[in-house]
């Protein structure tokens, strides 16, 4: 059974600077791997993916990924109060038929 | 846009009542997902279906079951409803995740309340 791990905070940070939030997972098969953002009361929404090593850039976001480590990390640059959420990270199951979800991370960005 | 309903935001049920929890889909999604979300155990997959008809339990089905009779139509069913069934029940959708490039989409969420 694929496990998918995160810190599950909360992780505080002052608005203005970079927030990171990181996730490891079990496998060396897993190819792709996904960000999603929940806010509280509300359902999760995808922000970012990430298939390839390295890092992707959108926006104020960035997806780093080293398969090598089985590792995987959300930068969120000039973080805002609007960022504070729980950050949950997400592989294909071995089946590729459905996700597993690591615990989440919650984040919050103090004006 | 895709859009996944659910067919209410919160709802309040009685020890051993049978409950009904719709989703409906409408971007034509193979695969369709039921969750639970708890504070502290994060999102648990209850069951899931890959195609009309078929089902697959997830880490949690018992006291569940699911009804797919059309393809943009996922139902989660409580059969005798408990309190420790009072939760945040999620729908999601998604094609098959060939190549696994492709999220889910999640519903509004339904609170579901049993006392």
């Known amino acids: 059974q694929k496990e998918v791990e995160q810190n599950s905070g909360p992780l505080s940070v002052p608005e203005g600077a970079i927030a990171s939030l990181n996730c490891t997972y079990s496998?060396?098969?897993?190819?792709?791997f996904f960000w999603y953002r929940q806010y509280s009361g509300k359902s999760p929404e995808l922000i970012m993916s990430?298939?390839?090593?390295g890092d992707k850039e959108d926006g104020r976001f960035t997806a780093q990924l080293n398969k090598a480590s089985q590792y995987v990390s959300l930068l969120i640059r000039d973080s805002q109060p609007s960022d504070s959420a729980t950050y949950l990270c997400?592989?294909?199951?071995?089946?590729?038929?459905?996700?597993?979800f690591g615990p989440g991370t919650r984040l919050s960005v103090l004006p | 846009d895709v859009k996944v309903t659910q067919s209410s935001r919160y709802l309040v049920k009685r020890t051993g009542e049978k409950v009904f929890l719709e989703c409906v889909q409408d971007?034509?999604?193979?695969?369709m997902f039921w969750y639970r979300q708890d504070p502290g155990l994060g999102l648990r997959l209850i069951y899931f279906?890959?195609?009309?008809?078929?089902?697959e339990k997830g880490d949690i089905p018992e006291g569940y079951s699911v009804s797919r009779e059309k393809k943009e139509r996922f139902s989660l069913i409580l059969e005798s409803a408990s309190t420790n069934q009072t939760s945040m029940y999620l729908c999601?959708?998604?094609?098959?995740?060939?190549?696994?490039?492709?999220?889910?989409?999640f519903g509004p969420g339904t609170r579901l309340t049993v006392l």
């Open positions: 999601a959708s998604s094609y098959p995740l060939v190549g696994a490039q492709d999220e889910q989409f």
């Open positions: 496998d060396r098969v897993s190819q792709s």
């Open positions: 990430i298939y390839s090593n």
């Open positions: 997400a592989v294909p199951d071995n089946y590729g038929q459905n996700f597993v």
């Open positions: 971007m034509d999604h193979e695969n």
């Open positions: 279906s890959y195609d009309v008809k078929m089902k």
